[in-house]
């Protein structure tokens, strides 16, 4: 069986790579969706979907994993931040409060059956200054992770709790990966 990730997220593929499921990446050509009257589960996983369509069309014989991540505050998706002041603003946001992430997958088997699901991780940021931002991003490059933050990068200096899964906040929930792929 040929496994396909849908995906350029290194993070992705480090936590399968560390599952030791054996994989090709095809990254998707699909464009994302950002409608904040979705609410979460329904957004990430119709992502995910749009994801794992667009490379299941080029390999139809593999099963292909599309996942999407995000953060949600206040109802609102936070997606990847376009430059260093939106970041800035992100992180803002989350300071002192509880926010969830949220990933959806969609694994397409050969034949076009497919499933769907998602994962919702709650996570608690310390109250964070100026001065605790800019030495967050000294050290990790935020605009490549949605909510400008990577709980794997020195996520102990700004993440006080996390209320669920890891994996989930770092992009993908494996055991559910896991159990998909049978």
Avoid: W
Wanted: glycine letters at 8%; hydrophobic letters at 45%.
């Amino acid at each position: 069986m040929t496994i396909v990730l849908a995906s350029s997220s290194p993070r992705r593929r480090e936590l399968l790579e560390r599952a030791g499921i054996m994989f090709e990446v095809v990254i998707s050509p699909a464009e994302e969706i950002h409608d904040a009257a979705l609410g979460p589960d329904v957004l990430c996983e119709l992502n995910a979907g749009l994801k794992a369509e667009a490379v299941a069309a080029l390999r139809p014989e593999a099963v292909v994993i599309g996942a999407d991540t995000l953060v949600f505050i206040d109802g609102q998706p936070l997606g990847k931040p376009t430059n260093l002041a939106e970041a800035r603003d992100m992180l803002r946001r989350l300071a002192g409060r509880v926010h969830q992430v949220c990933t959806g997958v969609c694994v397409i088997y050969p034949g076009g059956e497919r499933n769907s699901f998602h994962d919702l991780t709650e996570v608690v940021f310390h109250e964070l200054d100026e001065e605790a931002i800019t030495a967050y991003f000294s050290l990790v490059n935020p605009l490549d992770k949605a909510g400008a933050y990577g709980i794997q990068e020195h996520g102990e200096r700004i993440v006080s709790e996390i209320r669920g899964d890891f994996d989930t906040v770092m992009g993908l929930p494996v055991a559910k990966v896991i159990a998909a792929l049978g």
